[in-house]
């Protein structure tokens, strides 16, 4: 089995209800049944999420957030096969808002507060989103 990581970016439908707490324990909950491991960043509008595990069940995973309509203009920003996963203990960590620490950190990888998914390094995004998990453990 390859080891899978995608990486995409989605804006949220404001006309759709969102119950964050309970998509989050939906999709852990899917997500250990299928061993995908990640992280998730939401900051109100926008979602920045990374999914590792066999590439069947992360094109799967990606498939269905795809058709759902809360997510507007998803961008598919990398999938690649790795040698190990960066997020190994989470079915799905998950980091909200950009305040203090949190700005900071964003704004030591990007140029400024908000991110152009067409024009960022995936590398960069991994970076954010391990510098924002430590403060999760």
């Known amino acids: 089995m390859n080891l ?3 990486i995409y970016y989605s804006q949220r439908n404001p006309s759709m209800s969102l119950n964050l707490g309970e998509l989050l324990e939906v999709c852990k909950r899917n997500n250990a049944a299928m061993n995908v491991t990640g992280m998730l960043h939401f900051n109100g509008n926008y979602f920045l999420q990374v999914l590792e595990g066999g590439r069947a069940e992360v094109s799967s995973i990606y498939h269905r957030i795809s058709a759902d309509p809360r997510h507007l203009n998803i961008i598919l920003i990398s999938c690649q096969d790795v040698r190990e996963r960066i997020f190994p203990t989470w079915s799905m960590g998950h980091h909200e808002g950009m305040e203090g620490e949190t700005r900071s950190i964003f704004l030591r990888y990007f ?3 908000s991110v152009n998914p067409e024009a960022v390094s995936p590398d960069s995004l991994l970076d954010f989103l391990q510098d924002v998990s430590t403060e999760l453990v």
């Open 4 to 6: 899978t990581r995608l």
């Open 111 to 113: 140029p400024s507060n």
